[in-house]
C-alpha cells in the first residue's frame, strides 16, 4: 500500500511537500531554538532514504538538477545583493586577503587533503580541491543570524562565502579542463582560451546586467509593480548566456551583478532586496531538503575510514591554515582570526557542483569520480551540524557575540526613555537610547545609559551600533512620523512583534489612523509622548516589582490602582511587552471544579470546599512556576509615605 501512495506521488505534490518541510524545518528550529540547517537535513533523511516516502530523482524528474542550478544562482545573486562596499568598512584588507590569497591556497591544500586523506587520485583531487574553495553561503546566513556575531567577523565570513562561491566553483572547471585535456588529447591552449573566453563574458554580462538594471530603475523606466519580475528574468538571462559558453560561469555572473545593484545606491533597493532575501530562504529551504533527499545509502556505504580522516584535515588543519596565513599582516585580533579559522561550513553550492562534476569525472573515465558526490555530503553533514551547535558558544567564549540577555534600544531620548532604560539597566538588560538631537542626549548619559547620537536608520549607526545585541526597539521621540518609521522600517528586519511604539497624539481619530502594515505595537499604555512627559515631571517612577507569594499581582494591583503596566521581564532578562488585559493569561483566575458525582444537597458544600482547594494548589502551582522570577515593569505615581514599598 505505501508503494502505490510513493509510487503515485505527482511533481506537485512533491513541490508540496518540499515547501511544507522546508518552511516547517525553520520555523521548528526558531521555536525550539536550534540550527534551521540541522533540521533541514534531519527532514530530508527522514522523508527520503530513511522513510522511502520521498526521492527527487523519481518524484520530480530530469528538471530537479536544472531547477536546483538556477535556485543556486538567485541564492548567489542574493548574497551578492549584501556585498555593499561601504559597509565592508575596516574588514576590507581581510577580505582581500581571504579571496586573493586563501582561494588558492584553500584550493592547493583541500587537494592535498583529498589525496593523502581520502585516497583519490590527484585528477579527481584537483577538481573536488577547487569545489572546497566553497564555505557555503547559504550556511553563513543563518548561522550568523542565530550566532550574532559581531560586525567585523560576521562581514568577513559572509563575505569569503559569497566572493568565493562562483571562484570555487570556476576552479573546478579549470581542473576539470586539464583533466579532460590530459583524457582526450585536446588542445591545453584551446582549453584555457575557452577558461579565459568564459571568465571574461561571464564578468561582462553580470556588469552589463547590472549596470543595466540600475540605470533603468534609477530612470524610473520600470514602473514599481514591474521591477521584480524584470530582475528574476534579467537573472535568469545573465545567468544562461555565460553558461552556455562555460558550464558554471554564470555562478560569476550573478553575483557581480548582484554586487553592481548593491552598490548602485538604488531608492527602491531595500525593498528589493527583502522580497530577495524572503525567496532566498524559501530556496535554500528547497534545495537542502531536495539534496538530503536525494541521498544514496548505498553510495555512502563505499566510504571508508578515509573519509573520516578527510574531514578532519579539512575542518582542523586545511581551513584553518587557508585562514591563518591569509590573514598574517592584517590588524586582526587574535580571537577574530581563530574564530574565522575554524568557521568553515559547506553549504548547497559545494554539494549541488561536487555532485555535477563527480558525475563528469565518472563518464570520463576517473574512477574516483563517483566518490566525490558522496564524500561532499559528508562533509556538508558534519560541518554544518558541528558550526550550528559550536558557531554561537564559541564567538561567547571568544567575547566575539553578543550577550545572552538581548537588549533593549530606545529611539527618542526622553524623560520617560531615559527613566526606563536606567530601570532596566539597573535589571542588567543591555540598553541604549539614540536620538538624533544631542542635547536629548544629556539626560541619558548623566544616568550612564549608553547612547548613540544619529539616526538609527543611517550607515552611520549600521557602522556603530551591534544592532543585532538589541532584540528589542522601543520608539519614544516626540515626533510620531518619525516613530511609525523606523518603528515599520525596524519591524520589517527584526520583528514586527519585536518593535514597539507609544501612542500617537491623533491616533485614536478615524481620519489619522494608519494601516496595520505601519507602525509598532503599541507601547506606554495607550499614553502619547506629552503625556507620558508630563507624568515623568509629577515625579511618577519607574518600578521593577518582583511578584511572591505574599506580594502577588492581585496585591501588586491594589497597591498601586493606577500604575501603567508596561511589560514583564523573564527569567533571562528579556523584557516583554505586557498589556493590561494580557495579565490574566499570565496568572490564571480561580476556576470552579465540576462535581456531577455527589448529591445534589451534598453539591454546594464541596464546591465550595474543592473550590478552595483547587484555587490554593492550583496558585501555589502557578507561582511555583513564576516566582521569584517574575518582574512587572511599571510606570507608577508617587505613593504616599505611609504605603510601603515593593517586594524587591
Not at 103 to 124: D, N, Q
Not at 163 to 192: M, T
Not at 541 to 560: D, G, Q, S
Request: aromatic share 8%; hydrophobic share 50%; net charge neutral.
Amino acid at each position: 500500500m505505501a508503494s502505490e501512495v510513493i509510487a503515485g506521488m505527482s511533481t506537485v505534490e512533491a513541490f508540496a511537500l518540499v515547501g511544507a518541510l522546508g518552511v516547517g524545518s525553520q520555523w521548528l528550529a526558531w521555536r525550539l531554538k536550534l540550527p534551521a540547517i540541522v533540521m533541514m537535513l534531519a527532514a530530508g533523511l527522514l522523508v527520503g532514504p530513511i522513510g522511502g516516502v520521498f526521492d527527487p530523482n523519481r518524484d520530480i524528474g530530469p528538471i530537479l538538477q536544472p531547477l536546483i542550478s538556477l535556485a543556486v544562482a538567485v541564492i548567489l545573486f542574493e548574497g551578492g545583493l549584501t556585498l555593499d562596499l561601504h559597509k565592508l568598512g575596516d574588514a576590507r584588507q581581510g577580505v582581500k586577503r581571504l579571496v586573493c590569497i586563501g582561494a588558492p591556497l584553500g584550493w592547493a591544500l583541500s587537494t592535498a587533503a583529498l589525496y593523502y586523506g581520502a585516497g583519490l587520485g590527484w585528477e579527481a583531487s584537483a577538481v573536488f580541491g577547487g569545489i572546497m574553495v566553497v564555505t557555503g553561503p547559504t550556511v553563513i546566513a543563518p548561522l550568523l543570524r542565530q550566532a550574532k556575531l559581531d560586525k567585523r567577523p560576521a562581514n568577513l565570513l559572509q563575505w569569503e562565502a559569497i566572493v568565493n562561491d562562483p571562484i570555487g566553483a570556476l576552479a573546478a572547471v579549470l581542473a576539470f579542463e586539464f583533466v579532460l585535456v590530459s583524457r582526450e588529447a585536446e588542445s591545453l591552449n584551446a582549453a584555457l582560451g575557452q577558461l579565459i573566453i568564459g571568465f571574461v563574458v561571464a564578468l561582462a554580462v553580470g556588469l552589463i546586467a547590472g549596470l543595466g538594471i540600475a540605470r533603468v530603475f534609477r530612470r524610473g523606466q520600470v514602473p514599481e509593480y514591474m521591477k521584480v519580475p524584470v530582475l528574476f528574468a534579467t537573472l535568469l538571462v545573465c545567468f544562461a548566456v555565460p553558461d552556455m559558453m562555460l558550464h558554471e560561469s554564470g555562478l560569476l555572473a550573478v553575483t557581480v551583478m548582484g554586487l553592481v545593484i548593491a552598490n548602485a545606491d538604488l531608492p527602491s533597493f531595500v525593498e528589493l532586496r527583502r522580497f530577495k532575501e524572503h525567496a532566498t530562504i524559501l530556496l535554500v529551504s528547497g534545495v537542502f531538503i531536495l539534496l538530503a533527499a536525494s541521498l544514496d545509502f548505498a553510495s555512502l556505504g563505499k566510504l571508508t575510514w578515509r573519509a573520516a580522516l578527510f574531514v578532519g584535515l579539512i575542518i582542523l588543519v586545511a581551513r584553518p591554515l587557508t585562514v591563518l596565513i591569509s590573514l598574517i599582516g592584517t590588524k586582526l585580533p587574535r580571537n577574530e582570526r581563530i574564530l574565522i579559522a575554524f568557521t568553515g561550513p559547506r553549504g548547497v553550492v559545494l554539494v549541488a557542483v561536487a555532485g555535477l562534476f563527480g558525475e563528469r569525472l565518472a563518464a570520463a573515465g576517473v574512477e574516483d569520480g563517483a566518490i566525490i558526490g558522496p564524500l561532499a555530503f559528508v562533509l556538508v553533514v558534519v560541518t554544518v551540524v558541528l558550526h550550528g551547535f559550536t558557531l554561537a558558544p564559541f564567538a561567547r567564549f571568544l567575547k566575539l557575540a553578543a550577550t545572552g540577555t538581548p537588549g533593549v534600544m530606545f529611539i527618542g531620548g526622553s524623560r520617560f526613555s531615559t527613566a526606563l532604560a536606567a530601570a532596566l539597566q539597573k535589571e542588567k538588560v543591555p540598553v541604549i537610547v539614540a536620538d538624533t538631537n544631542h542635547a536629548r542626549l544629556v539626560r541619558p548619559r548623566a544616568h550612564s545609559v549608553p547612547i548613540f547620537y544619529g539616526d538609527v536608520l543611517s550607515e552611520a549607526a549600521e557602522h556603530s551600533v551591534e544592532v543585532l545585541s538589541y532584540q528589542t526597539f522601543i520608539t519614544t521621540s516626540e515626533n510620531d512620523a518619525y516613530n511609525t518609521l523606523v518603528s515599520t522600517d525596524l519591524g520589517a528586519e527584526f520583528g514586527r512583534e519585536q518593535t514597539w511604539q507609544i501612542a500617537r497624539v491623533k491616533g485614536q481619530k478615524s481620519r489619522h489612523a494608519l494601516p496595520t502594515q505601519l507602525g509598532g505595537r503599541p507601547f506606554g499604555g495607550g499614553y502619547t509622548f506629552r503625556e507620558l512627559e508630563d507624568k515623568m515631571t509629577q515625579d511618577w517612577k519607574i518600578r521593577v516589582t518582583r511578584l511572591t507569594e505574599e506580594f502577588t499581582f492581585e496585591t501588586w494591583k491594589t497597591r498601586h490602582p493606577n500604575a501603567i503596566l508596561l511589560g514583564r521581564l523573564t527569567e533571562d532578562g528579556t523584557f516583554k511587552r505586557l498589556l493590561p488585559e494580557d495579565a490574566e493569561h499570565l496568572f490564571p483566575k480561580r476556576t470552579l471544579a465540576k462535581i456531577d458525582d455527589l448529591p445534589e444537597e451534598m453539591r454546594e458544600t464541596a464546591r465550595l470546599d474543592l473550590k478552595r482547594r483547587f484555587s490554593e494548589a492550583k496558585q501555589a502551582a502557578a507561582f511555583g512556576r513564576l516566582s521569584g522570577r517574575v518582574r512587572l515593569v511599571s510606570l507608577a505615581p508617587p505613593e504616599p509615605a505611609s504605603s510601603g514599598t515593593d517586594a524587591a
